[in-house]
């Protein structure tokens, strides 16, 4: 038997293990403590191994369709989370979309480049990247931040930082154009440009991989039952989230903040297990992506959401966090500029970060 027990691929197994637990609270009905914090286990549980089974198809599809896999296994989580609090309701869910998404910004374009980078600076003394894939992905991801979050400030068929519906649907349809053209030139026409030098010295890699149809097939049955768990768990806790916050007398942001962190931890270990591989441009591709997709991806499923429900979407930044975006931008402009960093960029980016986290929770 513990023969048998040793031999059992566990990452196999989780997800299917957390799907029977979700079923087992739902059939439990009462909101407990207990209940509540089993369902946060099973929760942390389901997130860490969707984004494993997920690791295991980029790993095996390649790098560039990769970061796209695991980009979008981040977003499907958010959005479940993000759902799960608008539907409960309550003061702030208005605004939960926004401060999820702006913090996940936050935390993959300084918490995740700036911990990377160090660490590669620390290590190699100076990090190399392709700054063409990087500036790249930089680029649709700041023309993603003002279109979503700028832009509502300073219009005026609606009074405040909203859009109206025509307005929430023009945004959801060019972000995911955006996004679709990335992903296009990520994939297809400028793959050479999201791997590394090593790799692709002459523009292109002649490397080809073989690729088990079988594995490919159960990771990604495991990664959709896995999200369906994460999505489910989400939305039985997400009160307890709310109220939580509330009690201990925390701004309504940082819901959106403890989202984005429990959400992007797993890519966050990723990026930091490549960078100390030397691979630093997987780590930008997998940080950079993620806050793309984020967007692109988030912002049209809750406008529609919101359209259907006739619930308020607050979009539009505060003059401090709008602050904070341009910093983030400019700074990293500046460090994605010319294909090498050293420890100070990263350092700079980590600094950023926590006093993004310090302003949130102190405001």
Known sequence: MSKFIK???W??????????????????????????????????????ASVYHAEEI?????????????A?????IEVGLIVSLMTAGGEGSSAIARDTVFAAIMIVSNGIVGICILLGGLKYGEVEFQFRGANSL?????????FCFILPNYTTSVVGPYYNNSQLIFISVISII?????????????????????????????????????????????LLFGLVSVIGLAKFIAPMIESGVANIGAPKAVVGLLIASIVLLPEAITAILAVRQNKLQTSLNLALGSGAASIALTIPVVSVY????KQPLML????????????????????????????LSGVIHLIIMFAFFAVTIIP
């Open 72 to 76: 979008l296994s981040v977003t499907v």
């Open 178 to 222: 955006l996004y679709i053209a990335l992903v296009l030139f990520q994939t297809k026409t400028h793959a050479y440009y999201f791997l590394s030098e090593k790799e692709a010295p002459t523009g292109k890699s002649d490397h080809k991989k073989v690729i088990s149809t079988k594995k490919v097939l159960v990771s990604f049955a495991a």
């Open 138 to 146: 930089l680029v649709v991801l700041i023309s993603l931040s003002v």
């Open 306 to 309: 919101s359209i259907l429900n």
């Open 316 to 343: 539009g930044l505060d003059p401090k966090s709008m602050v904070f975006l341009f910093l983030t931008f400019i700074v990293g402009s500046l460090t994605l500029g010319n294909g090498k960093a050293t420890a």
């Open 58 to 70: 980029a790993h095996d599809i390649g790098e560039g369709l990769g970061a796209l896999v695991l």
């Open 7 to 9: 031999n059992i691929n």
């Open 11 to 48: 990452m196999a197994v989780l997800p299917y293990l957390c799907l029977i637990s979700l079923g087992g609270i739902y059939a439990a009905g009462e909101l407990t403590l207990t209940l509540s914090l089993v369902a946060i286990v099973f929760l942390v549980i389901a997130i860490m």
